[in-house]
């Protein structure tokens, strides 16, 4: 089944710990995204990948690092994880930047206490 | 930059139609998406625009003017399943085609 897989979908945890929320695509999709939603803001983008080792900022990228070192993986990682990061996290996937529609992955349910 | 408006909120009949709205403002317009999120779910891809016109695709159809920075999506036939967010979503040439979103409309249907 074609699908985008995120891990974990809740945590919670404190302020300061390094923390990874993993994302993977079984689609062989070149391009990758994650996003966040926060009621009343919508959903905005945190950082996108065109391909392998190819990374770029989207509109809230501080305090958000991301790595492509593999096409189906996209992992976001929270270096010292702040309270104001506390939202839902989307990952996306699609063929190309320009091509096809973004698939989502279920949702990480994040809480910086 | 881009700046996509839509409702924030509708309520309609089981039944009945509703259209939702979304104009936009764009410098390099590449294509119109609407998704459907259930709370609490991801969302699901409903329609693509990219060129003028309406696609219609069972109970939902979607419209486009690029001239007008204008689309919307129509729900016909609404069910109860149907109470849910639609997003408009609009790709930018700029940016690695990225794809911006507008808050959403909730859409409430009521028997």
């Known amino acids: 089944e074609a699908q985008v897989t995120q891990n974990p979908r809740y945590l919670i945890t404190v302020t300061g710990k390094k923390l990874t929320v993993t994302c993977s695509q079984n689609m062989n999709h070149e391009y990758m995204s994650w996003y966040r939603q926060d009621p009343g803001l919508g959903l905005r983008q945190i950082y996108y990948s065109m391909n392998v080792e190819v990374t770029d900022k989207g509109d809230v990228p501080e305090g958000y690092k991301v790595s492509r070192k593999e096409k189906r993986n996209f992992p976001l990682i929270l270096e010292s994880p702040s309270p104001n990061q506390t939202s839902l996290y989307f990952c996306a996937s699609s063929l190309g930047s320009n091509t096809g529609e973004l698939f989502f992955g279920e949702g990480s349910r994040l809480t910086v206490l | 930059g881009q700046n996509i408006d839509q409702p924030t909120e509708m309520t309609a009949t089981e039944g009945a139609i509703v259209q939702i709205n979304c104009t936009y403002q764009?410098?390099?317009?590449?294509?119109l998406f609407w998704y459907q999120q259930h709370a609490g779910e991801a969302p699901t891809f409903l329609s693509y625009?990219?060129?003028?016109g309406l696609e219609e695709k069972g109970r939902f159809s979607s419209f486009l003017s690029r001239s007008k920075g204008y689309s919307y999506l129509l729900l016909k036939e609404l069910q109860m399943k149907d109470s849910a967010s639609y997003l408009c979503?609009?790709?930018?040439?700029?940016?690695?085609?990225?794809?911006?979103f507008g808050g959403g409309t909730r859409v409430l249907v009521k028997p």
């Open positions: 764009t410098s390099g317009f590449n294509g």
């Open positions: 979503a609009v790709r930018e040439k700029a940016a690695g085609n990225k794809l911006t």
């Open positions: 625009n990219v060129l003028d």
